[in-house]
C-alpha cells in the first residue's frame, strides 16, 4: 500500500520508476545514523524520456528543468529502495545539482528549481533544504542536469 508521500507523487502524475543500477563503481544510497546520502541521479527516465544536451546550446532552459525533475524522481527511486517507504524521510536536507550548460548560460538556479520545486510540492516544509547548483561542462551519457540528495530519515 502506498504511503504519503507516494500519493502526492501519483497526485502529480508521477509513479517512482525501479532505481536504476550504477552506472559505474558506486552505490546509489549510503546511510550513516539519520541521515541518507543518494548519489547522483541524471535525466534519464527508465524507458522514458532522456534529456541530453548543454542547456543554453540543444537544450533550453525550460527542458534543462524537465531533466533536473526526472533526476529527482530517480534520487527518490532510490531512496525508496534503501528505506522501503518514502514515508521515512523526515526532510530533505540538501540537493546538489549537476547542470551541464554552456559556460556563459547564467540562469543555474532556474534550471535547478525543476528539482526544488518537486522536492517541496511531494514534501511541503520538509521539502525545504540547502542547495548547491553548479554548471559543469559534461555529466555521464551528456544528461542535462543530475542531482544528488542528503535527507534526514527515521
Given at each position: 500500500?502506498a ?6 507523487l ?14 559505474a ?10 541521515l ?7 535525466s ?8 541530453k544536451?548543454?542547456v ?9 528543468q ?12 532510490h ?15 540538501r540537493?546538489?545539482?549537476f ?16 528539482a526544488?520545486?518537486?522536492?517541496v ?8 533544504h540547502a ?12 544528461a542535462?542536469a ?8 527515521e
Amino acid at each position: 500500500m502506498a504511503g504519503n508521500i507516494e500519493k502526492r507523487l501519483a497526485g502529480l502524475g508521477i509513479t517512482l520508476p525501479a532505481a536504476p543500477p550504477p552506472s559505474a563503481n558506486y552505490v546509489p544510497t549510503v546511510r550513516t545514523g539519520n541521515l541518507l546520502f543518494c548519489s547522483g541521479q541524471v535525466s534519464a527516465a527508465p524507458g522514458g524520456e532522456f534529456i541530453k544536451g548543454k542547456v543554453g546550446a540543444e537544450t533550453s532552459p525550460e527542458r534543462g528543468q524537465t531533466a533536473a525533475r526526472i533526476a529527482l524522481i530517480n534520487v527518490l527511486a532510490h531512496a525508496k529502495t534503501a528505506l522501503g517507504d518514502l514515508d521515512k524521510i523526515k526532510r530533505c536536507v540538501r540537493l546538489g545539482g549537476f547542470i551541464n550548460a554552456v559556460p556563459t548560460f547564467g540562469e543555474l538556479p532556474k534550471v535547478m528549481n525543476g528539482a526544488s520545486d518537486l522536492m517541496v510540492e511531494v514534501f511541503g516544509d520538509a521539502g525545504r533544504h540547502a542547495r548547491t547548483t553548479v554548471g559543469v561542462a559534461e555529466l555521464p551519457f551528456d544528461a542535462s542536469a543530475e542531482v544528488e540528495a542528503i535527507f534526514e530519515v527515521e
